[in-house]
Nanobody, 122 residues
Framework: QVQLQESGPGLVKPSQTLSLTCTVS??????????LSWIRQPPGKGRQWMGA???????YYSPSLKSRISISRDTSKNQFTLQLTSVTPEDTAVYYC?????????WGQGYWGQGTQVTVSS
């Protein structure tokens, strides 16, 4: 059973860089033909696809985040990471990682982590 788990700081100060790691267990989807994605859900709003990295290391980013986002993967550790620079309180959200056969997975499509709360505040 493939499982994904997000990890990282729950509180980030404005203007800093948010870094999250997704650790995959029970299967090596980071090295197979899966897209590894990050999705977030701000309070009171819908889920927002942020970006993905493909199995050939191609990256796909939301146009609204493209200047601030970076997604990478480490197949030796079965992990992939999200970095979001210059954060503001509007980046406060529950952040999810997902692995699926598409770079824009629907909710529940493929494998999803439980989500981790990140708050941007001084």
């Amino acid at each position: 059973q493939v499982q994904l788990q997000e990890s990282g700081p729950g509180l980030v100060k404005p203007s800093q860089t948010l870094s999250l790691t997704c650790t995959v267990s029970g299967g090596s989807i980071t090295a197979n033909s899966y897209y590894l994605s990050w999705i977030r859900q701000p309070p009171g709003k819908g889920r927002q696809w942020m970006g993905a990295i493909g199995y050939t290391d191609n990256t796909y980013y939301s146009p609204s985040l493209k200047s601030r986002i970076s997604i990478s993967r480490d197949t030796s550790k079965n992990q992939f990471t999200l970095q979001l620079t210059s954060v503001t309180p509007e980046d406060t959200a529950v952040y999810y990682c997902a692995g699926a056969r598409t770079n824009v997975p629907a909710w529940g499509q493929g494998y999803w982590g439980q989500g981790t709360q990140v708050t941007v505040s001084s």
